[in-house]
T-cell receptor, first 117, second 111 residues
C-alpha cells in the first residue's frame, strides 16, 4: 500500500490519559498535515510540517497537543490529559511541495478515531 | 478570518438529475479551490480542483466554476448515479498551505 497510513485506526481512552497517534505519509512527500474531523463537520486544520520543520499551527491546537516529525518522514500527534471534547477523527494528509511553488494535492490517510470516555 | 460557507447541507436528487453545490469564501488571497468527496467511513478524496486564474473546469460529469470577484465557487454533477452519494466538501487554500473546508453537503442519489 503506497498511500498515507495511520495507526491505530481506533483508540478508546479514559479522560485524563495521554494518547499518541502515528502517521506515515506517501514516501516521497515532504509535507505532512494533521486535521481533526468531528461528526457531521469538515476536517479542521491543526498543524503542518515541511520535512521536519513544523511551519504552522492552528489556534485549535491547545498546549495539550504536540506534534513531531523528527526525521522528516513519519509524524506523531500526542494529546495529553485527554478530555471528552477531544473525541474526533484525527486525519493525516501528505503532499509534495513543488519547486515552482504551485500547489499539489493533499492525500488523506484513513484516520484515527479517538473516543474519550 | 478564513471562512467558507457551503450550501445546501443536504441534497437529495433522482438518479440522472443534476446536483449543484455552492460555496462562498471570505479570504481574497485564496488561489486554489479543491473539492473533496468523502464516502461513509472513508477518507476524503480529491475529485476536482480549480486555480484562481481559471473560471471553469470540467472532468467528465463533474464541473467547477469560480467567480473570484464575488468569491463564489460551485460544483456541478450531471447525470448523477448512486455511487455519487457521499459528502462533498468545498475547500480553499489561503495563505500558507493549510486547507479550509466547508461544512459539507450530504448528497443522496435515489435510484
Amino acid at each position: 500500500d503506497t498511500g498515507v497510513s495511520q495507526d491505530p485506526r481506533h483508540k478508546i481512552t479514559k479522560r485524563g490519559q495521554n494518547v499518541t497517534f502515528r502517521c506515515d505519509p506517501i514516501s516521497e512527500h515532504n509535507r505532512l498535515y494533521w486535521y481533526r474531523q468531528t461528526l457531521g463537520q469538515g476536517p479542521e486544520f491543526l498543524t503542518y510540517f515541511q520535512n521536519e520543520a513544523q511551519l504552522e499551527k492552528s489556534r485549535l491546537l491547545s498546549d495539550r497537543f504536540s506534534a513531531e516529525r523528527p526525521k522528516g518522514s513519519f509524524s506523531t500527534l500526542e494529546i495529553q490529559r485527554t478530555e471528552q471534547g477531544d473525541s474526533a477523527m484525527y486525519l493525516c494528509a501528505s503532499s509534495l511541495a513543488s519547486r515552482d511553488s504551485s500547489y499539489n494535492e493533499q492525500f488523506f490517510g484513513p484516520g484515527t478515531r479517538l473516543t474519550v470516555l | 478570518g478564513e471562512n467558507v460557507e457551503q450550501h445546501p447541507s443536504t441534497l437529495s436528487v433522482q438518479e440522472g438529475d443534476s446536483a449543484v453545490i455552492k460555496c462562498t469564501y471570505s479570504d481574497s488571497a485564496s488561489n486554489y479551490f479543491p473539492w473533496y468527496k468523502q464516502e461513509l467511513g472513508k477518507r476524503p478524496q480529491l475529485i476536482i480542483d480549480i486555480r484562481s486564474n481559471v473560471g471553469e473546469k470540467k472532468d467528465q460529469r463533474i464541473a467547477v466554476t469560480l467567480n473570484k470577484t464575488a468569491k463564489h465557487f460551485s460544483l456541478h454533477i450531471t447525470e448523477t448515479q448512486p455511487e455519487d452519494s457521499a459528502v462533498y466538501f468545498c475547500v480553499f487554500k489561503a495563505a500558507g498551505n493549510k486547507l479550509t473546508f466547508g461544512g459539507g453537503t450530504r448528497v443522496l442519489v435515489k435510484p
